[in-house]
């Protein structure tokens, strides 16, 4: 099972920009990587996902043209960049592991196997 540690999450204002940052216990170079989001009251929902290489990337509507999806496969880490960031982004982020490098269902959770704690993100208007 692969460990994954979110960081980054915090308070911040509208309009602002925050990194969360996904590290992960061993070398996931060929592990489809996603972020996902959960606010209170509503189900968890797909943000962004990135393929092993990095050469493929996926984002929800909401987000596309705000946030950007990277990897450092050297650091086993992946990222995300939230810029221009609303009251309705806020959630617990998570990240998670799927153990192939290109997925053909990038937004289901279920092909997830690995799951971070989540980190809080908190948007004030």
């Known amino acids: 099972q692969v460990q994954l540690v979110e960081s980054g999450g915090g308070l911040v204002r509208a309009g602002d920009s925050l990194r969360l940052a996904c590290a992960a216990s061993?070398?996931?170079?060929?592990?489809?990587m996603g972020w996902f989001r959960q606010a209170p009251g509503k189900e968890r929902e797909f943000v962004a996902g990135?393929?092993?290489?990095?050469?493929?990337?996926y984002y929800a509507d909401s987000v596309k043209g705000r946030f950007t999806i990277s990897r450092d496969n050297a650091k086993n880490t992946v990222y995300l960049q939230m810029n221009s960031l609303k009251p309705e982004d806020t959630a617990v982020y998570y990240c998670?592991?799927?153990?192939?490098?290109?997925?053909?269902?990038?937004?289901?959770?279920?092909?997830?196997?690995?799951w971070g704690q989540g980190t809080q993100v908190t948007v004030s208007s």
């Open positions: 998670a592991a799927d153990r192939v490098s290109f997925s053909l269902r990038p937004r289901d959770p279920a092909r997830y196997e690995d």
């Open positions: 061993e070398r996931t170079f060929n592990y489809f």
């Open positions: 990135i393929s092993g290489s990095g050469g493929y990337t």
